[in-house]
């Protein structure tokens, strides 16, 4: 399972304390596609696989209830840079809510 760095990065930072509960799982969810999540149910001990699937059902699966979903995001950024972060924080709810649902639906295969 060698093509996975970023998951990889995420399990270790949370190992080490420098990423909440909610921090990591964002992190796993966001970097979920159809083509690794196999991989990354594969990589999680069953109390993360556990975690993980609290977040899924959690999560929106209606229209609606996407159009309403924001995802929170701490930093500090440049006001002249305002637009890029707009497009950014874009693309990070379209990599989340793929994330969710690639998830559900391997998920529920192995139901």
């Not at 080490?16 to 909610?22: P, Q, T």
């Not at 209830?65 to 890029?84: N, P, Q, Y």
Request: contains cysteine; neutral net charge.
């Amino acid at each position: 399972m060698s093509g996975l760095p970023g998951f990889e990065r995420s399990i270790q930072l949370y190992e080490a304390g420098a990423l909440s509960e909610a921090s990591f799982m964002s992190l796993l969810i966001e970097q979920t596609t159809s083509e690794n999540v196999c991989d990354l149910l594969q990589r999680l001990s069953p109390d993360r696989l556990k975690q993980l699937k609290k977040f899924v059902d959690a999560a929106p699966s209606e229209e609606s209830d996407w159009k309403r979903f924001m995802l929170i995001e701490l930093g500090c950024f440049d006001r002249s840079a305002m637009h890029e972060m707009t497009l950014e924080r874009e693309r990070i709810s379209m990599r989340y809510r793929n994330g969710i649902e690639s998830l559900r639906a391997r998920l529920k295969q192995l139901s």
